[in-house]
């Protein structure tokens, strides 16, 4: 028994010597990498022992306020995966949705003496000697970095100083590791694929740490943006100080004041600003970039896309944080664009076609998912009655199909394009921001045009003179509802189908953008 007692008592001192040095040395990696192992197993747990489908509704519940528990108590790349999630409303339960829209919400900050260290080092001297005043008190704080308000000392300018957290270098590599085998796990647990993407999906997180990286991508879309939209859209320029040396863990940006978040529908309202034509800009800008720049910010959360006034009383979007791109090649460029296009104008031929090149068994399923609503290229398949409301078992059944289909989708996961993941990642905030006004822009439409103008200057004319066509189309369906119902029924089925398709479109919303 003594024997037992003092190994015991060996046991527990060494556990407890682990977890000091874990608390005080290791910015807590080992309790953090334990308690993403427990949830892990508690997920596992209430999915395969505990889940009917008829409390569905609970364990999903139970499990989503678990995750976020640990996303939040876990912070740094951990808050960044579960913000991930929250764009993938139209896959996850509502009861995950719900739960993970806390992460979007600042993140916890570090002393401002710590940050000013962080900066001391980084730059290679004393704050007196690159600064005139520096606020110690963080502006805002997001998973990997935090804001400081400063005054620069040799131009007095006031700036944004982006400063990076010391315990995420230090976490990021655990983390990682640690999503892998959580990835592992859903994936042999489960029979989704998930791993075919966690190496680029790390190299673009990875890429976020790099503030030099995040400064170029600010100038080049400081560059193309600007040139394009002109007094519409802004990006604040990039501040560099004399004598400083250039790092990675520090950026200065010129300091913007009197926003609002382009989700803040009351503040929009307060400064006499027309959330439409503020949208369809927003919309604008991304399909801009997706189908004719190709360089594309990833991160349009709302704290990233600001709106002010114009002194001229007109709306401008300021976009922020510039660490999180992808530069789409200009073959998967042109291809999205057709693939969009092809949506569009209902042309299941073009659109598998495109999904054969990606390795996508499903095309209509993907554009499904692409478009955040049901998707069919066949004539008149694609109605949905609004008025039904689905039990909960109902919804369970519908995840569970919707699981299969992830499941069987991919028939080649080398050969689809893994820029698009972000891609869709920044639509999926898009369509988020547009449903928190009600919905109140075509952003289908919106797209669909930008991506026809993004293909050559035949596929660009061929479409638009399709759309001019199918406008005036519109009117007679409108004004002539028999004669539109006979000709969707006289015509060959390819040409109604593309009617059809179109009718759709303007469907989507209520206010079409007339200037398209």
């Known amino acids: 028994m003594k024997r037992w007692g003092k190994r015991a008592a060996a046991a527990i001192g060494i556990g407890y010597g682990a977890y000091q040095i874990d608390q005080l040395c290791c910015y807590e990696v080992g309790t953090r990498s334990l308690r993403t192992v427990y949830t892990g197993v508690y997920l596992l747990y209430q999915y395969k022992v505990v889940w009917t489908p008829e409390n569905s509704g609970e364990v999903h519940e139970r499990v989503a306020q678990r995750i976020v528990e640990c996303l939040k108590k876990n912070e740094g790349m951990y808050v960044k995966f579960g913000q991930q999630l929250t764009t993938m409303g139209h896959v996850l339960p509502p009861e995950y949705v719900e739960a993970f829209s806390v992460l979007c919400s600042d993140a916890s900050t570090y002393p401002g003496d710590v940050m000013m260290a962080v900066v001391e080092k980084q730059l290679g001297g004393p704050l007196s000697e690159f600064f005139e005043s520096f606020d110690p008190e963080p502006i805002a704080s997001a998973s990997i970095a935090q804001v400081h308000q400063a005054v620069t000392k040799h131009d007095k300018k006031l700036v944004a100083v982006k400063i990076q957290k010391p315990n995420v270098a230090y976490q990021v590599g655990i983390d990682f590791a640690m999503l892998y085998c959580v990835l592992f796990v859903v994936e042999t647990a489960f029979s989704i694929p998930m791993l075919w993407a966690h190496k680029y999906t790390v190299s673009r997180y990875c890429s976020e740490l790099d503030f030099l990286l995040e400064a170029e991508n600010s100038k080049k879309s400081k560059k193309l943006l600007e040139s394009r939209f002109k007094n519409t859209v802004y990006v604040p320029e990039v501040i560099e100080l004399k004598n400083a040396k250039k790092t990675s863990k520090v950026l200065l940006t010129e300091w913007i004041s009197d926003t609002v978040t382009i989700s803040d529908k009351e503040g929009l309202l307060a400064m006499n600003l027309d959330l439409n034509e503020i949208l369809k800009l927003a919309v604008g800008i991304y399909a801009y970039s997706i189908f004719q720049t190709g360089h594309v910010h990833c991160d349009p959360h709302p704290g990233n896309l600001l709106v002010r006034k114009t002194s001229q009383h007109q709306h401008q979007i300021v976009l922020l944080d510039h660490g999180l791109y992808v530069d789409l090649p200009d073959d998967t460029r042109q291809q999205y664009a057709r693939f969009w296009r092809s949506m569009i104008l209902a042309d299941g031929k073009s659109l598998k076609e495109v999904c054969d090149i990606w390795g996508i068994t499903d095309a209509d399923f993907f ?27 109902d919804m369970a059944k519908i995840h569970l199909k919707i699981k299969e289909k992830l499941s069987s989708i991919l028939r080649d996961t080398a050969a689809f394009p893994r ?98």
């Open 367 to 393: 554009a499904s998912m692409t478009q955040m609503r049901p998707y069919k290229s066949s004539k008149g398949s694609s109605q949905v009655d609004k008025s039904v409301k689905l039990s909960s078992e």
């Open 419 to 516: 820029e698009l993941l972000f891609v869709g990642r920044a639509l999926n905030y898009l369509r988020s921001h547009n449903w928190c006004h009600g919905s109140i822009v075509n952003r289908v439409k919106i797209l669909g045009v930008s991506a026809a103008d993004g293909l050559s200057t035949k596929n660009w004319v061929r479409f638009h003179a399709t759309l001019q066509c199918l406008r005036v189309l519109e009117v007679l369906s409108t004004t002539f509802p028999r004669t539109w119902n006979f000709l969707l029924w006289a015509l060959p089925s390819n040409i109604s189908q593309v009617f059809d398709g179109f009718g759709r479109v303007l469907e989507a919303s209520p206010e079409i953008p007339k200037e398209f």
